[in-house]
């Protein structure tokens, strides 16, 4: 990734530009791919997955930017289960270099946002949120006018609140008899086999629900102490749009 950034900026050291950055002050969108991992031990079972974010922002002339934007994320846990969504909604701030270069723009940047993970079965639902903090940085290189591509590296620590279970029998069973506390990422990987006898669902039993047939669905179940904190590490590159030609001092 960093190498083709910088094969791409070599050209524009030659190329004179009235002005400086590799992007203008004022509103600009975008967005990138990248790599998200997750590693506290707690977050053992999520495996690395691949990442997309979008992004709506401004800056000002002085290099102090600040952008929004959703980040989405799939990974796989185990065997015979659905992929491990997480999706933030994120505020991040920062500070780019747009003097230091006609082209190239280093920048460092913080980030806080709300977190939601989730794993959907054909039966089952497992949800917990939580909250993201983090920084780290990287660069961008003008490639247009108005366009710059950019990568980076951001390191953070997520504090998710307990899970809920929304499912059929076999998966709550198998959850109720699990050590108390166990964390969700565990739990899934824990109870991926559980499958009702004779493959024939059941999401009517007690205390939710006493009916005899048809289809009915428990409420969402808490776990109480299985909330847990853990690092998480996204790279990635992506694209800058400028919206605004930027008219600097």
Not at 26 to 45: E, K
Not at 56 to 75: P, W
Not at 108 to 137: D, H, N, P, Q
Not at 200 to 206: F, W
Request: hydrophobic share 40%; with cysteine; aromatic share 10%.
């Amino acid at each position: 990734m960093w190498g083709v950034l910088l094969l791409l900026a070599l050209p524009a050291a030659a190329v004179g530009q009235a002005r400086p950055g590799a992007i203008p002050p004022g509103v600009g969108l975008g967005g990138s791919f990248g790599i998200a991992t997750f590693g506290s031990v707690a977050d053992a079972p999520i495996a690395n997955g691949p990442s997309w974010e979008v992004f709506l922002g401004g800056g000002l002339s002085n290099g102090l930017f600040a952008r929004g934007g959703l980040t989405l994320s799939g990974h796989d846990v185990a065997p015979r289960t659905p992929a491990w969504q997480f999706l933030s909604w994120f505020v991040e701030p920062r500070w780019v270099a747009l003097r230091l270069s006609q082209r190239v723009s280093p920048f460092v940047a913080g980030r806080a946002g709300r977190i939601r993970e989730k794993v959907l079965g054909r039966s089952y639902e497992f949800k917990a949120t939580g909250w993201s903090y983090g920084g780290g940085g990287g660069v961008l290189v003008r490639v247009a006018p108005q366009i710059a591509l950019e990568g980076g590296v951001m390191l953070g620590r997520t504090r998710f609140a307990d899970y809920t279970f929304r499912g059929e029998f076999a998966w709550k069973d198998c959850l109720d008899h699990l050590e108390a506390g166990t964390p969700l990422p565990a739990s899934v990987s824990g109870c991926a086999g559980s499958r009702s006898v004779g493959g024939v669902v059941k999401l009517c039993y007690p205390p939710y629900s006493t009916e005899e047939t048809g289809y009915c669905s428990p409420p969402a179940i808490p776990y109480s102490g299985t909330a847990r904190t853990g690092n998480w590490l996204r790279s990635w590159i992506g694209v800058h749009l400028s919206l605004s030609t930027g008219l600097r001092d």
